[in-house]
Each structure stands twice: as structure tokens, then as C-alpha cells.
T-cell receptor
Framework: NAGVTQTPKFRILKIGQSMTLQCTQDMNHNYMYWYRQDPGMGLKLIYYSVGAGITDKGEVPNGYNVSRSTTEDFPLRLELAAPSQTSVYFC?????????????FGPGTRLTVT | AQSVTQLDSQVPVFEEAPVELRCNYSSSVSVYLFWYVQYPNQGLQLLLKYLSGSTLVKGINGFEAEFNKSQTSFHLRKPSVHISDTAEYFCAVRRYGGSQGNLIFGKGTKLSVKP
């Protein structure tokens, strides 16, 4: 059981470039999330999805876009990369939203924008 | 809205010593409480969670946490740490019955275990 997988593991972008961070889960979870982690700041929610075709903004959505065409996949798109988007990005999923179900995290994508 | 405060950004401790990592939360609604661990260059892994019932919760790797409703705290403890416990620890909350289901995280505490 692979759980939550993310690609790529590392990426360096130049300012103004774009890229897509991939996230796939094989647990048939409806709820999926993108967080970014900056040193000393914990994790902040970028976007989330409650099911295929349904997405919504989190706390820090500016500069990002998402889509959810299938239950399994939840890609995060960066348009016009900026140095402020240098961070580690984590995808997560969970079975239910309002219960104590665990969120499962992917291994992360470390992105540097120069 | 919910918020989580982890009172120590770094905690150095010697091997086999006890450790406590402190977490306080603020919320106008009931929440579930979680501790996650992040080993270097890895994702987050659940250590333990408090849903209801007994306020003392036991997790993996010998960790435990105590929920204190009156102090709105959820401190993490281990009676004897190992070098392998060196990692960053995150306290998080999720509201009961929420439609989003996202976690609100504290800023993390880096535990450094020295020989």
C-alpha cells in the first residue's frame, strides 16, 4: 500500500517559470490537502478538496491553483514562480473531515525558486 | 477559529532523560488533538491523538500526552528519550464536525537528543 505519493522530490525553478506538483493517494480518501512548510512556521493550508471536482482555498492560496478530476489525484500548479514560494510542500489525505481520522502525509516536495 | 501554540521552538536533552514538549490551543469549538513527528527530510507521521475519553493518551515509540481541558493544553511526554527521537514535533487540532477537515498546526518543536 503506497499511501500518499508526491513527485518530484526536489525541484529548482527560475523566477517566472511554472510547474505542477503531483500528488496521488491509493486509500480512496475523499479529502485531500496541500500544505506548505516554512522553517519555524509550521504547516499552512494552501488548498483542499472534499471530493472529485470540488476544491477550495485554504489560508495561503495566492500564486497556486489546484484541480481534482479523480479521487486519487490532486495536483498543485504554480504559475509564475516567485522566491516567496520557496518551501517544502506536503500533500495529505484523510477519510473523513469532522472526525478524529488521521491525515496521511506524503514525503514532500522541496522547491527552490531563484 | 483555532490556533495552536508550541511554547518551545527547540528542546535539547540528553539521551535517557525525560522530556516534555508543550502545546496549548485556543478554540471556540470542540477540537480533536494530534501530535505528529517529522524525522529529517521526511513527511509527517502520527504519534498519537486525543478524541475523547481518558485524558492520557499513549502513542507510538513510548510517547504519551495528556489532555487538560481547563488549561487547554496537550503536552507530549516521554520518560526516557533515545538518539533516534531527534526530530521535529508538531501539535495540531481539527474541529469537531468540520466540513474542511484540515489540521491547524503549531510552529513545531525541534527535539535534539544528545549522547
Amino acid at each position: 500500500n503506497a499511501g500518499v505519493t508526491q513527485t518530484p522530490k526536489f525541484r529548482i525553478l527560475k523566477i517566472g517559470q511554472s510547474m505542477t506538483l503531483q500528488c496521488t493517494q491509493d486509500m480512496n480518501h475523499n479529502y485531500m490537502y496541500w500544505y506548505r512548510q516554512d522553517p519555524g512556521m509550521g504547516l499552512k493550508l494552501i488548498y483542499y478538496s472534499v471530493g472529485a471536482g470540488i476544491t477550495d482555498k485554504g489560508e495561503v492560496p495566492n500564486g497556486y491553483n489546484v484541480s481534482r478530476s479523480t479521487t486519487e489525484d490532486f495536483p498543485l500548479r504554480l504559475e509564475l514562480a516567485a522566491p516567496s514560494q520557496t518551501s517544502v510542500y506536503f500533500c495529505a489525505s484523510t477519510r473523513d473531515s469532522g472526525t478524529g481520522d488521521e491525515q496521511y502525509f506524503g514525503p514532500g516536495t522541496r522547491l527552490t525558486v531563484t | 477559529a483555532q490556533s495552536v501554540t508550541q511554547l518551545d521552538s527547540q528542546v535539547p536533552v540528553f539521551e535517557e532523560a525525560p522530556v516534555e514538549l508543550r502545546c496549548n490551543y485556543s478554540s471556540s469549538v470542540s477540537v480533536y488533538l494530534f501530535w505528529y513527528v517529522q524525522y529529517p527530510n521526511q513527511g509527517l507521521q502520527l504519534l498519537l491523538k486525543y478524541l475523547s475519553g481518558s485524558t492520557l493518551v499513549k502513542g507510538i515509540n513510548g510517547f504519551e500526552a495528556e489532555f487538560n481541558k481547563s488549561q487547554t493544553s496537550f503536552h507530549l511526554r516521554k520518560p526516557s528519550v533515545h538518539i533516534s527521537d531527534t526530530a521535529e514535533y508538531f501539535c495540531a487540532v481539527r474541529r469537531y464536525g468540520g466540513s474542511q477537515g484540515n489540521l491547524i498546526f503549531g510552529k513545531g518543536t525541534k527535539l535534539s537528543v544528545k549522547p
